[in-house]
């Protein structure tokens, strides 16, 4: 069956579509039981396995409603049975986790100088991975890319998985004509990109139901989904790439905002030497490309998944210094709006450098005015370099299966159905 075939005809499609259908449209005891489900299916792909007494406990319905919801996903495949786990009394318990295989997603990185695409799992593994390098990025270039790889991903999946392919996400800058200094590409050919509509594009070559995101919004999906240090549910999430972004984590959820662009932390305004800038300007690593080309450095070593970061450690200083800086008072500016538990920090460099990142943040941090501001921790992102890519694929299977307070309050309040 080809990617358009299962999306235009979902009851022939398989478990994927049609529980994707029934979990997006619930009303009434429908909705409240749509709305549990995803919750259920929310907190096991939080904490890996759940037994259903765990499940209980955490959601506060009834061990029946709790077994009914459960037997339900079994039945559509969505969740599997585990090793049971013996206590000291009583039966084994039997803990549940998701199914990989009951859904798959692709995701589509669109960046600066290269675009990614993945197919990933129910879980978020990778199940195939292509990548293209470009001087800079052109629509045509890129429909080009996806429309072949995820031909290729599909075919290398058993065929009665590919019934199982949910949508496809696409992770990119925001407004990406708006960057030409940036990016350094023809002024021409980058405002193709503003009158061509990559979600109708790629939906019609596809046949897939598809959904697009900031790429650092992307990135912040996946640290959502993946990440396991994730122990809280209000963050404020940083990805520095070749532009710094990000993306805000309400109770758990991606808030994407009115316009999906909420978590824009790019364009926040901070202070420099040359007066109010972007935090674009001050945190992103095209800035690093920039220093490295004045120090007489080959800008090559950034990108390269060998690069040689010693070799450019004096400008890498200077760099962290400032973007340190900045991204602290991001930070301060940020949770005197929202009062985070915690602020995570990602970025597309090896994890020693991360963590130099994130040191350097928190040391930029302690100097800034917080009187008056709740306490919050920053810590390291749990993802890395791939969390664009996988984000994106993520953004379908979040959309439809986790936990979503519309789908519960078009007409009703939670409750047991």
Not at 120 to 132: I, L, Y
Request: glycine share 10%; charged share 20%.
């Amino acid at each position: 069956m080809t990617l358009e075939e299962a999306s235009k005809n979902p009851e022939s499609a398989g478990t994927g579509l049609q529980r994707a259908a029934k979990l997006g449209g619930g009303t009434n005891q429908t909705g409240a039981r749509a709305y549990n489900e995803r919750l259920v299916l929310s907190l096991i792909r939080r904490n890996g396995r759940l037994a259903k007494a765990e499940l209980a406990r955490m959601t506060g319905l009834s061990a029946q409603t709790i077994t009914l919801i459960v037997k339900s996903l079994e039945a559509d495949e969505l969740v599997m049975r585990t090793t049971p786990t013996r206590g000291r009394v009583g039966q084994p318990s039997v803990p549940f986790s998701l199914n990989p295989e009951a859904v798959f997603s692709f995701g589509l990185k669109i960046g600066r100088r290269s675009a990614e695409l993945v197919l990933c799992d129910f879980n978020g593994v990778v199940r195939g991975r292509a990548s293209r390098s470009y001087p800079y990025p052109t629509p045509a270039s890129v429909l080009e890319f996806a429309q072949r790889h995820m031909a290729e991903m599909l075919d290398s999946l058993p065929e009665h998985l590919h019934r199982r392919v949910v949508g496809l996400g696409i992770a990119m800058p925001f407004e990406i004509w708006n960057w030409k200094d940036q990016i350094a590409g023809p002024a021409d050919i980058l405002d193709q990109w503003r009158n061509f509509d990559i979600r109708t594009e790629m939906a019609a070559a596809s046949g897939l139901p598809v959904i697009t995101s900031n790429d650092a919004s992307a990135a912040c999906a996946a640290e959502i989904s993946q990440a396991d240090n994730l122990q809280n549910l209000d963050f404020l999430y940083f990805f520095i790439g070749w532009f710094i972004g990000g993306g805000l984590v309400l109770s758990g959820s991606l808030f994407p905002g009115r316009t999906g662009n909420a978590g824009a932390l790019g364009s926040m305004p901070v202070t420099s030497p040359d007066g109010p800038v972007q935090l674009i300007k001050r945190a992103s690593l095209y800035l690093l490309e920039e220093m490295l080309i004045e120090d007489g450095h080959d800008p090559a070593i950034i990108w390269s998944p060998d690069g040689n970061w010693d070799a450019i450690e004096d400008t890498l200083g200077r760099w962290l210094a400032i973007a340190a800086d900045a991204i602290a008072q991001a930070i301060a500016a940020a949770t005197s709006v929202i009062d985070f538990q915690s602020i995570h920090i990602d970025a597309a460099v090896p994890p020693g450098i991360r963590e130099r990142i994130v040191a350097e943040v928190n040391a930029a941090f302690e100097k800034q005015d917080r009187q008056g501001l709740v306490p919050v921790s920053v810590v390291a992102g749990g993802v890395g370099t791939d969390a664009r890519a996988i984000g994106a694929a993520m953004l379908p299977i979040l959309a439809n299966f986790t936990r979503d307070r519309e789908v519960l309050f078009k007409d009703v309040q939670l409750g047991e159905g």
